[in-house]
């Protein structure tokens, strides 16, 4: 494997629709390898002064530290939220061909 570091980053969204087409654009883009929905999280936190409650959709999103900065900007640009929720950690292990495949499902050029 290519010394690449892979992420996984995470980000909550209103509803599956947006949900499904944030993970479509960031596969279509190659931003991602690979993103997971998962529905039905129910999130508390205090926005504005305010204590909140919503269901959201939670994107698990996998990535390389190389694609980061430009898949972070795309789903600030294109989520609904003012301030979403986008962060990311590194991993620290992980089976070898899935985090190959990470890496050839990010990188510019085609493959088989």
Do not use: F
């Not at 998962?38 to 959709?57: F, M, N």
């Not at 979403?84 to 050029?109: F, N, Q």
Request: charged share 20%; with cysteine.
């Amino acid at each position: 494997m290519s010394d690449a570091q892979i992420l996984m980053v995470m980000s909550n969204v209103p509803d599956a629709a947006t949900a499904q087409g944030l993970a479509r654009l960031l596969v279509e883009t190659k931003l991602a390898a690979c993103v997971n929905i998962l529905p039905g999280v129910q999130s508390v936190y205090r926005w504005q002064g305010q204590i909140e409650q919503a269901e959201e959709v939670t994107l698990l999103i996998k990535t390389t530290r190389e694609k980061y900065a430009q898949l972070q900007q795309t789903l600030v640009d294109a989520h609904p939220y003012d301030v979403p929720e986008v962060i990311a950690w590194p991993l620290a292990e992980g089976y070898a061909p899935y985090l190959h495949w990470v890496v050839a499902e990010t990188t510019s050029e085609k493959h088989a």
